[in-house]
Structure formats: C-alpha cells, structure tokens
C-alpha cells in the first residue's frame, strides 16, 4: 500500500482526527461491506457507531473511576425481594431519567444499618453515569472532613464550588457525623450550597426525628431537614440487616 495511496491517505486522516477505534476497524468493516453489498452511507454510520461505541465506554470507564462508588454494588445485584417495604417502583422511575438531576432534587435514603442502603446508592450512582453525569461517592465522614481541613485554609467557598461540577453528590451514613459544632457547621454549609443548585444523595440510620443527634443544635437540624427535604424523594427501608442474615446462615452452615 503506497503512501499515495487513498487508503494510506485515510489511515492518516483518520489518525490526525483522533478517531483511534475507526482507524483501527474501518479495513475489516470494509470488506464486510464488500461481501454484504453495503451502501456508502451504511459503510460510514457502522464506522461512526464503533467509534461513538468506544467512545462511551471511555466515557463510563473514567466517570466510574472519578466516583469512587462501592465495587459491585448495582441494582442488578441488589436483593429486593428482602425489603418488601421498599418503594423499589419510585426509586426507579427516579433514577431511570436525569430530570430530577436537572432540577437539582435530593434523594434521601433512611433506614438501619446493613439493610441496603449503600448498595442503593451506588446503585443511582451507576445509573446516572450511564444517563451522562458526573456523580462523586463519599463517606459522610470523610467529606466533611475534608470541608473542615478547607475551612482552616480559608478554602471552603472554593471547596465547595469545586463539588459543583458534580451533578449528584453522595454522603453516605450521614449518621457517623460526630454532633460537633465545627464538623456540623461544615456539613450544613454544604447542604445550604447545593440547595437548589445540585443534588445530593444522603443515607442515614435515624430518621429525621433523631437528626438532633448530628447536628450541634436543634435550629441548625431544622433548617438542614428543611433544604433537603424541600425538592426529593425520601425512602425508608424497614428489613431485616443483610449481614446479620448472612452471620445467621454461616452459623447454621457450621
């Protein structure tokens, strides 16, 4: 194959437009269309959607790294016949569109500890990754953390504008926040920011009722009920805890 040649030619092209994945299929999509009578335009769209294709991979691959969600967790693995009380149809008729994001709603997941909710949120967490947008995972703890280290630098205020680039933030176990008024202080800052502007994804052990235990007084708890609650979707899930069944059938299995 000469460098004159328009396949040669094409090659370079190809490579100068950074179209790796066609560059490297377009020979043998050619002589498919070849032996399957292919149109021109059939010959360019199989082209296009192999590159579209692996672009979007890329895509997924990176906003997955970039959240930091929990390994393995998706609702294609969560077991939801074991919360009969969970509104399973609401959080999916959620989750399965990018309006509530772009309305900047909240969801707040409630329930006690080990009955799913973790696994749920990552659960969102993937399927807003695959809808197109950015989602960061943390543990209540060490985001807040994180907010109090910026505050001491004076850095907060950017801090914050920084996490906007995410459209859905994730705090998970808000209830391990010690009742400190420096880490509350933060973690209400927080919420008052994204009000209205980003969403946020919250689980929790307690229910509202018992928020006083987080928050370093009982004004501060109302006013950051208040913003969230204002625009979301709260679920509690009653069930029994998962790895307590799981200790429960190893025991049985000795």
């Known amino acids: 194959m000469g460098e004159n040649s328009p396949y040669h030619s094409l090659s ?32 360019l769209l199989a082209l296009c959607q192999l590159e579209s294709d692996r672009r979007f991979q890329v895509r997924m691959q ?6 930091q969600l929990p390994l393995g967790k998706s609702f294609t693995n969560f077991e939801f016949d074991h919360c009969p009380t969970l509104n399973a149809a609401a959080l999916m008729q959620l989750v399965q569109q990018t309006s509530w994001l772009e309305r900047s709603e909240n969801l707040i997941l409630l329930g ?11 659960g969102v967490g993937q399927m807003a990754i695959q809808l197109g947008k950015r989602v960061k995972f943390f ?21 914050l504008s920084k996490l906007d680039r995410f459209d859905l933030l994730i705090l998970d176990d808000l209830g391990y926040v010690k009742k400190d008024e420096a880490e509350t202080s933060v973690l209400f800052e927080l919420i008052a920011h994204r009000y209205e502007r980003r969403s946020l994804l919250i689980t ?3 229910p509202f009722s018992q928020w006083d235990a987080i928050f370093s007084d009982s004004m501060m708890t109302v006013a ?18 998962f790895r ?8 049985k299995q000795k």
């Open 12 to 43: 370079l092209h190809l490579k100068q437009l950074r179209l790796s994945h066609m560059l490297n299929q377009w020979q043998s999509i050619e002589q498919r269309a070849t032996q399957e009578g292919w149109s021109y335009a059939q010959f």
């Open 244 to 251: 307590k069944q799981s200790a429960v059938e190893r025991s």
């Open 224 to 241: 950051a009920v208040d913003r969230l609650v204002h625009h979301a979707l709260i679920i509690e899930i009653q069930a029994e805890s």
């Open 112 to 122: 006690p500890s080990g009955v799913g909710k973790t696994h749920l949120a990552a």
């Open 139 to 159: 543990s209540a703890t060490a985001l807040v953390q994180q907010l109090q280290y910026a505050k001491l630098q004076l850095q907060l205020p950017s801090t």
């Open 204 to 206: 929790a052990n307690q």
């Open 62 to 67: 990176r906003a997955l790294r970039e959240s």
